[in-house]
């Protein structure tokens, strides 16, 4: 079972059915849809997974902010209806969008061949705009050939085209994602691809606010990253995932590659409220 994917409706390249059906097509179980601040594609891929036979469970990868690093929270199971979680979602999805126009505004500043117009035209209905299809922009008009290129270099968190966006501290979404039934693991927290990764003390700080997890079985992961994550799993009582983290053709990453127990995932429908269950076939 794979618990990390994302479709078109945040930074994908594949509708929440179709990325549902390369999940099929991939002998794929269990599938996690956990777009980037928004259930907005939770319906299509719920219609998609009873029509192909497939256990979808329903999440959301919170985008969140710790001391100007960026932290990713994922969120298994919470109630798409809960107020204070989809106001603070919302909020974060409001600020992507006019911070994208500002970098996009340095970057045509500096010779960088790309407009807001461009950017937009990447972006599927009703998703919102984020780094990603700044990269598809640049794709798509011939200046890369692939989004890992614009992501070493002009969208990196330090990039001098980096434009900060709004963001919740991770305790407060850990709180958030409790108070909406839903079950908080900490996404790819070791990776080396955004600095340094999270520390081993906001790791603490966030297990004693209701974490339950750590996705540690990841691509940007080595065998000093796992092995970390299994001592403070161990440490704190958390769970231990893995997963893809498949954006289709957006990322290197494949479906599968990295995976989860049955035993967790049965740990992660004990801890949750019950209020959006996983949808079976």
């Known amino acids: 079972m794979d618990l990390h994917a994302h479709s078109s409706v945040s930074d994908g390249t594949e509708s929440p059915s179709e990325l549902v059906g390369a ?13 980037h601040d928004t259930v907005g594609g939770w319906d299509e891929a719920t219609d998609a997974a009873r029509r192909l036979g497939l256990t979808l469970v329903r999440g959301i990868e919170v985008s969140c902010t710790f001391e100007n690093q960026s932290v990713h929270l994922l969120a298994y199971l919470t109630d798409p209806e809960d107020p204070a979680l989809m106001r603070e979602l919302a909020k974060a999805r409001d600020s992507r969008a006019t911070r994208l126009a500002r970098m996009v505004e340095l970057m045509a500043a500096d010779g960088i061949p790309i407009t807001y117009d461009e950017v937009l035209a990447q972006v599927a209905p009703g998703a919102t705009p984020g780094r990603p299809h700044i990269a598809d922009a640049l794709i ?8 890992d290129q614009a992501f070493e270099s002009w969208l990196t968190d330090e990039s001098p085209y980096y434009v900060h966006h709004y963001s919740p501290d991770p305790a407060r979404a850990v709180e958030l994602v409790r108070g909406a039934g839903g079950v908080p693991v900490l996404a790819h927290p070791f990776t080396r691809t955004r600095g340094e990764g999270v520390s081993d003390e906001l790791v603490v700080e966030l297990a004693a606010a209701g974490l339950a ?6 691509r940007d992961h080595g065998p000093e990253e ?3 994550a299994q001592a403070l799993a161990e440490r704190l009582d958390l769970l231990l995932t893995g997963s893809s983290d498949y954006h289709g053709t957006g990322k290197r990453n494949r479906l599968a590659e990295n995976t989860t127990t049955p035993e967790v995932l049965e740990a992660i429908e004990a801890a949750s409220s019950g209020v959006t269950a996983v949808v079976r076939p």
């Open 226 to 228: 796992v092995a970390r």
């Open 140 to 147: 798509a008009n011939g200046t890369i050939t692939h989004r």
């Open 213 to 218: 997890g750590l996705e540690a079985y990841h």
């Open 23 to 35: 999940a099929r097509a991939a002998g794929i179980d269990v599938l996690a849809i956990t777009d």
